[in-house]
């Protein structure tokens, strides 16, 4: 038995409309089709065969951090990414960790942090 390969990240947000906002036009993610389940959410793309799954709802307070719990994005052009954002006027935090990878975090509006990276 083996896993053969990771098929989607859900996050529990408050709002699935403002969140859906800020997928589509903070990190420009596609919206897919979503099941017709009983309770709010949205579904998007990740490259080229995984998901992002937003999921509403939640009421208590997200705890994330880039040292703790997130989600990273391979980019390219990190600092296209970095333009676009600052353009839209996110906050983010960029650094570069010791292996050379490029690295800059977003957090969405319910708390949750997000990673953009690019390989040296």
Partial sequence: MRQLQL????????EVESSCVFYRE????????????NFPGAWFRLGIDQ??????????????HHR???FALRVDH???W?????????????QTRPDGVLQMYVTD???HVIELFQQP
């Fill in 26 to 37: 903070v990190l420009q993610l596609d919206d897919i089709p979503r099941p017709a389940f």
């Fill in 82 to 94: 970095e333009s676009h954002v600052r353009q839209l006027g996110i906050p983010l935090h960029r």
């Fill in 51 to 64: 998901e992002l799954h937003l999921i509403g709802g939640r009421t208590v307070p997200v705890t994330s």
């Fill in 78 to 80: 990190l600092d296209a």
């Fill in 7 to 14: 098929n989607h990240v859900a996050i529990h947000v408050a």
């Fill in 68 to 70: 703790g719990t997130h």
């Fill in 109 to 111: 509006p319910d708390g």
